[in-house]
């Protein structure tokens, strides 16, 4: 099949699967439009259970998509010493890239969850926890509600992921090896220590779990800094502190860390701080 063959019958087939919307209409939709239907009706599919005719069109279709978009592997991307020529501590094992995080061939990228670590179900939102749930393909959610639902029998029924753990998942259909979720700090009513600690846990586990799993490289979003609210600038100052801190203990377990930002104000805010002494 080609990718306009796959798009039609994953399409399809998601339909078909689906209760409520198995009489969608979609015979007159643009290319476009299949493809925002298909990613609205991953989203909000609930976990339990996926056909392999569903899952094998789902594969083949997002392996298309990440062919088309195009993996970027760590050698494209310069350190900030080769970038900046920055004499930051440890320049030569840090890099900084703007662009979809879903693209990264690491060995690990994390998502900035929420603490029903299920992903995100509003449909074709803008968050990284729909983007990396939606590249990933729908085993990522069944992956998450199994770990879940293990927590929930152990901690009780009404157990949420605290902020400042982290939990390692399979990559799935992404180009990563692993997806390393953690849930940060929302900040509403103003910065407090206690978030500041929660967020600086968030990287620190994170970067743990990369020690505890032997992962060589690890790509690290803006975690909080979107919907959760943290102040952007305190949020990268935390990032780079337990970066450094983890490099200088074990710099010979880890060839890179990649601050991956999205916006031009982070790729500024991160470029202003990763080019001091």
């Known amino acids: 099949m080609n990718m306009m063959e796959k798009t039609d019958a994953f399409l399809e087939c998601l339909k078909a699967d689906s209760t409520q919307y198995k009489g969608l209409e979609t015979d007159g939709y643009s290319v476009a439009e299949k493809k925002n239907a298909i990613r609205s009706l991953m989203n909000i599919r609930m976990p339990g259970g996926l056909p392999r005719p569903l899952l094998q069109l789902q594969d083949d279709y997002l392996q298309e998509e990440l062919k088309a978009k195009g993996a970027v592997a760590l050698a494209d991307i310069p350190t900030i010493k080769e970038a900046f020529n920055s004499r930051y501590c440890h320049a030569e094992k840090i890099s900084l890239w703007q662009g979809d995080i879903t693209r990264l061939k690491a060995g690990a990228i994390v998502n900035a969850a929420n603490s029903q670590m299920l992903?995100?179900?509003?449909?074709?939102?803008?968050?990284?926890?729909?983007?990396?749930?939606?590249?990933?393909?729908?085993?990522?959610?069944?992956?998450?509600?199994?770990?879940?639902?293990?927590?929930?029998?152990?901690?009780?029924?009404?157990?949420?992921?605290?902020?400042?753990?982290?939990?390692?998942?399979?990559?799935?259909?992404?180009?990563?090896?692993?997806?390393?979720?953690?849930?940060?700090?929302?900040?509403?009513?103003?910065?407090?220590?206690?978030?500041?600690?929660?967020?600086?846990?968030?990287?620190?586990?994170?970067?743990?779990?990369?020690?505890?799993?032997?992962?060589?490289?690890?790509?690290?979003?803006?975690?909080?800094?979107?919907?959760?609210?943290?102040?952007?600038?305190?949020?990268?100052?935390?990032?780079?502190?337990?970066?450094?801190g983890f490099l200088q203990e074990h710099a010979g377990r880890m060839e890179r860390i990649v601050f991956n930002v999205f916006k031009d104000s982070d790729w500024k805010l991160y470029e202003r701080l990763l080019r001091l002494l």
């Open 119 to 244: 992903g995100c179900f509003v449909p074709c939102h803008r968050c990284i926890d729909n983007a990396i749930h939606s590249a990933a393909g729908m085993q990522l959610r069944e992956e998450c509600s199994r770990i879940m639902s293990g927590r929930r029998l152990k901690y009780g029924r009404g157990y949420e992921e605290p902020a400042g753990t982290a939990t390692l998942t399979p990559g799935y259909n992404l180009p990563c090896d692993y997806v390393i979720h953690t849930v940060g700090p929302i900040v509403y009513d103003g910065l407090k220590a206690a978030h500041c600690q929660e967020l600086r846990s968030c990287y620190e586990s994170v970067l743990a779990c990369c020690l505890e799993n032997d992962i060589k490289s690890v790509a690290l979003c803006c975690i909080s800094t979107g919907e959760f609210h943290f102040p952007n600038e305190k949020a990268a100052e935390i990032a780079l502190e337990a970066a450094t």
